[in-house]
């Protein structure tokens, strides 16, 4: 068992330069535009911002969500517009928050196509998806050589803090690179209770972790993750994609000044 004070080391994820996983929380900002010509000015501007180090496609905002042809078309003029960033791909069913509807096999199949064709880096996969099609995409995306941020959201609640524990736990039982939860805050209570569990995975667990609790009582699980042991959290630059979100300078801001302050306590 490991002790309390010496948490395993966390399994550093390194793509396109980026270290997931070391130092201060990367930095996700999302692409929300409803068409490819608004997705790739989206990409332009985040891939030109010094503040950002991993982009987020998310191609359920598209007016083309489930064309598959087309967004493997459109996937490697994302990546260039991001100017060298990596790029999570992220399908946000309307079933967890997200803009459209899929059917499980349908959402397996999409997910096939484009990780044959390498349209991004890592793979945002939700967990209480049909199971063999979630692992079925695990395995294409490990395959490929891709990483898979596995996920769940809840935009009503904050489950009990053992249950946010058992979902990340599930979530790595399931073959997950990154372990990801979003849970909306009723009071200031339900935001412990989420950076509880946060903390109590990272005792355990040698994954990244990307967690948070949404809307503006949430907001200080954003900013205060590294000392929780948060690996990844979100800005945004225009628009966000869940409620809480900050700018991505501000929110760079205080990771550098909590980061900085860390260090210096050692």
Do not use: C
Not at 142 to 164: C, K, L, Q, R, W
Not at 193 to 206: C, F
């Amino acid at each position: 068992m490991t002790n309390a004070s010496t948490p395993p080391a966390v399994r550093t994820i390194a793509v396109k330069g980026v270290q997931i996983g070391q130092g201060a929380p990367k930095t996700i900002v999302p692409i929300t535009g409803k068409t490819a010509a608004e997705q790739l000015a989206q990409a332009q501007r985040i891939g030109a911002n010094a503040d950002t180090d991993v982009v987020e496609w998310r191609i359920d905002y598209l007016d083309i969500a489930s064309d598959a042809k087309a967004l493997v078309k459109l996937a490697p003029q994302i990546a260039a517009a991001a100017g060298g960033k990596p790029v999570i791909l992220t399908f946000r069913t309307k079933a967890e928050g997200g803009a459209t509807a899929i059917a499980d096999a349908d959402y397996g199949k999409l997910y096939a196509a484009l990780i044959k064709a390498h349209a991004a880096d890592l793979y945002d996969v939700e967990m209480f998806r049909d199971r063999a099609v979630v692992q079925a995409i695990v395995a294409a995306a490990h395959a490929a050589g891709a990483y898979v941020v596995m996920s769940n959201h809840d935009f009503h609640a904050t489950p009990d803090t053992a249950e946010i524990v058992a979902r990340l736990r599930q979530q790595q039982v399931l073959g997950a690179d990154v372990l990801k939860i979003a849970v909306m805050p009723q009071n200031p209570g339900d935001v412990l209770k989420l950076l509880d569990a946060t903390w109590q995975l990272r005792q355990s667990s040698d994954r990244p972790l990307l967690t948070m609790s949404m809307g503006p009582v949430g907001v200080v699980s954003r900013l205060s993750g590294e000392t929780f042991g948060q690996a990844m959290t979100f800005g945004m630059i225009g628009t966000a994609s869940a409620p809480g979100q900050i700018e991505v300078g501000r929110l760079r801001e205080v990771l550098d000044t909590l980061h900085q302050a860390a260090g210096a306590a050692h």
